[in-house]
């Protein structure tokens, strides 16, 4: 990594290039340890990101009407419930299996990797934002709203045109900023990749293994 201040502001930041090659060395460590990771080519292999899936426990809050259950068992052949059987519902939270899938792109307008995640049951039912919330440990529900991590959002997949939660990127560079100049005052060479998915994968449940840290400290 260079030196010099100038220097080290522009490698707060990635360009297309050293994103892949971060990208290459993050999966070449990922077939070595076998958890996962791998490749999407889009737009004819111009462009790509890395992904993997993941199940684990989680919460999911689904709505049950106590008194029409009652219904349904006594009146099989109704054909609607009435108001008061269908005003009874509640709230109900189980603990489920979850499936969730992580995408990590480059964000050409803030060049910087962006983290894009959803999640469902494991019969298919997508989590709402409220869920994500829910599942979200306590911890770092308080650095999202008040950290540099800043926002949890819902939007579009940029290449799959699917909705998908996302990390907002605005903040990475403030993230990385320490680090990186840690990094260059010890002369180490770090992957970006690697040690930015470190600090905000676990915030939606993503962990990254310490072997990525000491694997893949240069740049070659």
């Known amino acids: ?18 994103f892949h090659l971060c990208c290459k060395l993050f999966l070449q460590h990922s077939g070595v340890i076998r958890d996962g990771w791998s490749w999407a080519e ?22 049950r009407n106590h008194k029409a259950d009652e219904k349904i068992n006594a009146l099989t052949q109704a054909d609607e419930l009435d108001d008061e059987a269908a ?45 994500v919330w829910s599942n979200i ?5 308080q650095r999202l709203l008040q950290g540099p991590w800043e926002s949890l959002t819902q939007q579009e997949h940029p290449f799959l045109g699917q909705p998908f939660f996302m990390l907002h990127p605005c903040h990475t560079e ?31 449940g993503l962990d990254v293994p310490l072997s990525y840290h000491t694997a893949l400290t240069a740049l070659d």
């Open 42 to 63: 889009v737009k004819d292999g111009e462009e790509g990101y890395i992904k993997k899936t993941a199940i684990m426990p989680g919460r999911f809050c689904s709505l």
């Open 87 to 131: 005003g009874a519902c509640t709230v109900c939270e189980s603990q489920v299996l979850m499936h969730y899938e992580y995408h990590v792109l480059y964000s050409f307008s803030h060049q910087v990797p962006i983290l894009y995640f959803r999640a469902s049951t494991l019969d298919g039912q997508p989590l709402s934002l409220d869920e």
């Open 174 to 204: 403030e993230l990385m900023r320490p680090l990186v100049k840690m990094a260059d005052a010890k002369k180490r060479k770090v992957n970006y990749i690697a040690t930015w998915l470190s600090l905000v994968g676990p915030v939606v």
């Open 1 to 18: 990594m260079a030196s010099g201040e100038e220097s080290n502001i522009s490698s707060y930041y990635l360009d297309e290039k050293t």
């Open 137 to 141: 440990h306590p911890n770092y529900r």
